[in-house]
C-alpha cells in the first residue's frame, strides 16, 4: 500500500490512575469505547463493501476498483460542503447519487465487456481503472488529506453511563444501521430483492425464469456504487480521504467480502463488524502488531473456508 | 499415419520442444550487445534486467501454473532484504553468494505459503497472495530494528562480484551481472518449462482435474513451481538491492505486484519471453512517461491496463504470434525428421 496505514484515531482517552477500585471501571468503560468506536467504524465499512459483496456474488466479477466510487462520494461531499456551502446532510444524498451515476456510466459502458473475461482480465482492468482514478484525483484535488467540515453540533463527544461516545460515530451508526435494515427489507420483501436472491444463486436459471440479470446487475452496481460514494463521504472524517483512498482500503473491502461470504449481506455484515471491533481493538491494545493481526486473521479465514465464514453451504 | 506414441517419439518430441530457434539466438546476441552499444544507458538496462527476471518468475506461475497472484512482490522483497541484510552485516560478503542465499531464502518463503494457493479460486488466491505480501510488508515494517522501517535499509556496502569486479559508478560490471543471472536463469526456466514437468504443468492449467485423473500430482507439482518461481523472484529483488546497494518498504507493495502483471500481459504470458519483452516496452515507456508527466504517469498506466483488457490481450500480445507459431512449426519439423 501507497503512503502509511489508515488512519483509525480513537475517540479513546486513557483514564489518569487513581484509586484501586476505579481501575476496573475505567478499563470497562474503555473496553466499551473501543467497541462503540469499532461498531461505528465496521458500520461504515459494511456499507462501503456491501455493494461489492453483491457484485461478487452476482457476476462473480473481481471488482479491485470498489473504493474509487466511495472516494468520488467522498471528495464529492467535500467540493459540495467546504466549497460550495452545501449542508452536510443535503450533500449525503447527492454524494449517493453522483457515485451511483458514475458507477452506472461505467458499468455500461466499460465494465459491462469484461464480465465474461478471466479473472485475470478483471483483476488488471480495474486495477487500471484505480490507477487511473487516483491519478486523476490527484490531478485535480491535489494529494494531500482533506477533511469535510461538520457542522459544529456532530463534533464532540457526549458521555452516556459513564461511556465516551462520539457525536458523529454515534450519528455513522445510526444512519448505517437504518441503511443496512433498508437493504435487509429491500432484500427480502421486495420483488426486486428476491429477483436478485435468484440471480446471485444461480444466475443461469433465474434467466431461464426470465429475469433480466443483465439489469439486475446493472442497477446493483449503481446502488452499490452509489452506497460505496455515501460510505466514503460518511467516512472521509474517520478514514482519511486522500487520492491513495482506493488503494489503502481495497484490502479491507475485499476482506469484508472474502470473509463473509457473498451468499447474504448478513455475513459481510458480521464481517464488517468483526473487522472494525478488531482492528481498532488491535490498534489500541496490541499497536505493535498493527494490522498484521488483520490479514493473518484473514489468510487463515481463507484457508480454513475458502467460500467465506457465513457461506450457506448449498450454494451453486 | 497414426502412430502409438512410443516413450522413444515422447521422448524426442520433447527434445524438439526445446530447440533452439535461430531468433532466440538472435534475442540473446542483441541483448549481451547492449554491453558495448548503450554505455550510457546501463541504469535502465539494469532496471530492464531484473525487472525481466521478476516478470520471468510471474510467468512461470501465471502462464505455466495459472496462479493468478497479487502478491508476488512478497519474493521480491525478501529475496532484496536478505541481500542488502547479508551484506550490510558483512555475513557473506560476495555477492553471487549472497544471490543464491537470497533465491534460497525467497524460495522456503515460498514453499511454505504454496500451500496456501492451493485451495480456492482465483479470487481467493488473489486474496492469499495479497495478504502475504502485506503480511510481510508488515513484518518489514515492524522490525524496524533489522530492517530500517520506513528508512528503508541504509548502510549498504557491496563486495566485488566474485572478489573481482566492482559495482562501479556507470553501473557497467552491475549491469553485465545482473544479465549474466537473467541468461542463466533463463536457460534454467527454459529447461524447466520443456521437461516433463512443465507439460504437466501446462496440463493442470488448462485442466486441473483431467490433470489429476492421468496420473498427475497437482498439488505437489503446484507447490514446485510456486517454490522455484518465488525463488527467481527473490533473485530479482537481490539484484535491485545489490545494484542499488539499499532495500526499502516499497518493494513489498500492491504496486509492484499490479506493476509486474502489466508488464508480463504486455508481453503476453507463457512462452517465457514474454516477461522480457514486457519488461523492455514496460521501462521504457515508464521512463518517457515519468519524464514527460512526472507526478500522474500513473494514470496512463492505468489507461493502457484498461485500453489492454477492452481490446483483449490475445490481439495485444499478437504482434508476437507470428514469431512464436513460426517457432513452433520450425521445432515440429525438427522433432518430427528426428522422430522418422
Given at each position: 500500500m501507497r503512503g502509511d496505514e489508515p488512519r483509525i484515531p480513537l475517540s479513546v482517552k486513557a483514564g489518569a490512575e487513581s484509586a484501586a477500585g476505579q481501575v476496573w471501571g475505567e478499563l470497562i468503560d474503555i473496553m466499551l469505547t473501543i467497541l462503540f468506536d469499532g461498531v461505528a467504524y465496521g458500520m461504515l465499512l459494511f456499507v462501503l463493501a456491501c455493494g461489492l459483496a453483491v457484485t461478487l456474488g452476482l457476476m462473480n466479477f473481481v471488482n479491485l476498483a470498489h473504493g474509487a466510487f466511495a472516494m468520488a462520494g467522498g471528495y464529492c461531499t467535500v467540493i459540495l460542503v467546504n466549497r460550495m456551502g452545501v449542508p452536510f446532510f443535503a450533500a449525503l444524498p447527492i454524494a449517493f447519487v453522483v457515485s451511483a451515476l458514475i458507477g452506472l456510466i461505467l458499468e455500461r459502458t466499460l465494465y459491462v465487456h469484461v464480465y465474461r473475461k478471466p479473472h485475470l482480465d478483471q483483476v488488471l482492468f480495474t486495477i487500471g481503472l484505480v490507477f487511473m482514478s487516483v491519478a486523476a484525483v490527484d490531478y485535480v484535488m491535489g494529494s494531500s488529506q482533506v477533511f469535510v467540515q461538520l457542522p459544529s453540533w456532530l463534533q464532540g463527544q457526549d458521555v452516556i453511563f459513564g461511556v465516551g461516545v462520539g457525536r458523529y460515530r454515534l450519528l455513522i451508526i445510526v444512519i448505517c444501521g437504518l441503511l443496512t435494515l433498508g437493504l435487509q427489507l429491500i432484500l427480502t420483501k421486495t420483488r426486486f430483492g428476491s429477483r436478485l436472491r435468484a440471480a446471485v444463486d444461480d444466475a443461469r436459471v433465474a434467466r431461464g425464469l426470465g429475469i433480466n440479470v443483465n439489469w439486475v446487475f446493472a442497477v446493483t452496481f449503481a446502488f452499490g456504487s452509489g452506497l460505496a460514494g455515501l460510505g466514503g463521504a460518511l467516512g472521509a472524517e474517520i478514514l482519511g480521504l486522500d487520492p491513495s483512498f482506493p488503494l489503502k482500503f481495497m484490502i479491507y473491502f475485499l476482506i469484508v467480502v472474502t470473509v463473509g461470504g457473498?451468499?447474504?449481506?448478513t455475513g459481510p455484515f458480521v464481517a464488517a463488524l468483526l473487522l472494525g471491533i478488531g482492528d481498532v481493538a488491535g490498534k489500541y491494545y496490541l499497536p505493535a502488531f498493527g494490522a498484521f493481526v488483520i490479514y493473518t486473521i484473514m489468510i487463515v479465514v481463507l484457508i480454513w473456508r475458502p467460500q467465506g465464514l457465513f457461506a450457506r453451504p448449498a450454494g451453486r | 499415419m497414426i502412430k502409438t506414441p512410443t516413450s522413444f517419439s515422447v521422448t524426442r518430441s520433447l527434445i524438439g520442444r526445446s530447440h533452439w530457434h535461430p531468433l532466440e539466438i538472435v534475442f540473446w546476441v542483441a541483448a549481451f550487445s547492449t554491453i558495448w552499444l548503450f554505455p550510457t544507458k546501463y541504469l535502465i538496462l539494469t532496471e530492464i534486467a531484473w525487472l525481466a527476471l521478476f516478470a520471468l518468475s510471474l510467468d512461470l506461475i501465471l502462464g505455466y501454473a495459472g496462479i493468478v497472484s497479487l502478491g508476488h512482490a512478497a519474493f521480491f522483497g525478501v529475496g532484496a532484504y536478505t541481500a542488502a541484510l547479508l551484506a550490510k552485516h558483512e555475513i557473506i560478503n560476495e555477492p553471487v553468494l549472497a544471490l543464491i542465499v537470497a533465491g534460497l531464502v525467497a524460495s522456503a518463503v515460498g514453499f511454505v505459503t504454496s500451500f496456501l494457493v492451493l485451495r480456492g479460486t482465483d479470487l481467493t488466491r488473489i486474496m492469499v497472495t495479497l495478504g502475504v505480501a502485506l503480511v510481510l510488508r508488515e513484518l518489514a515494517n515492524q522490525n524496524g530494528w533489522l530492517t530500517g522501517g520506513a528508512d528503508g535499509l541504509q548502510g549498504v556496502t557491496m563486495q566485488p562480484i566474485l572478489g573481482r569486479f566492482r559495482f562501479d559508478m556507470f553501473g557497467h560490471n552491475g549491469y553485465v551481472y545482473c544479465l549474466t543471472v537473467l541468461f542463466v536463469l533463463f536457460l534454467l526456466a527454459r529447461r524447466i518449462v520443456n521437461s516433463p514437468f512443465g507439460l504437466s504443468l501446462q496440463s493442470i492449467k488448462n485442466n486441473p482435474l483431467r490433470a489429476s485423473a492421468i496420473g498427475i500430482n497437482v498439488n505437489l507439482r503446484l507447490v514446485a513451481i510456486y517454490t522455484i518461481a518465488a525463488g527467481y523472484a527473490g533473485i530479482a529483488g537481490a539484484l535491485l538491492a545489490q545494484t542499488q546497494a539499499f532495500a526499502s518498504l516499497a518493494y513489498f507493495d500492491f504496486e509492484r505486484s499490479a506493476d509486474l502483471l502489466m508488464v508480463l500481459v504486455i508481453g503476453g504470458t507463457g512462452y517465457l519471453y514474454g516477461g522480457l519483452i514486457g519488461a523492455i516496452v514496460f521501462k521504457f515507456m515508464q521512463d518517457y512517461l515519468s519524464v514527460w508527466t512526472p507526478q500522474y504517469w500513473p494514470f496512463w498506466i492505468g489507461l493502457l491496463l484498461v485500453l489492454i483488457v477492452l481490446v483483449g490481450r490475445e490481439r495485444i500480445t499478437g504482434w508476437t504470434r507470428p514469431i512464436r507459431e513460426l517457432a513452433s512449426k520450425l521445432d515440429w519439423r525438427a522433432a518430427r525428421k528426428d522422430g522418422a
Open positions: 457473498t451468499s447474504s449481506i | -
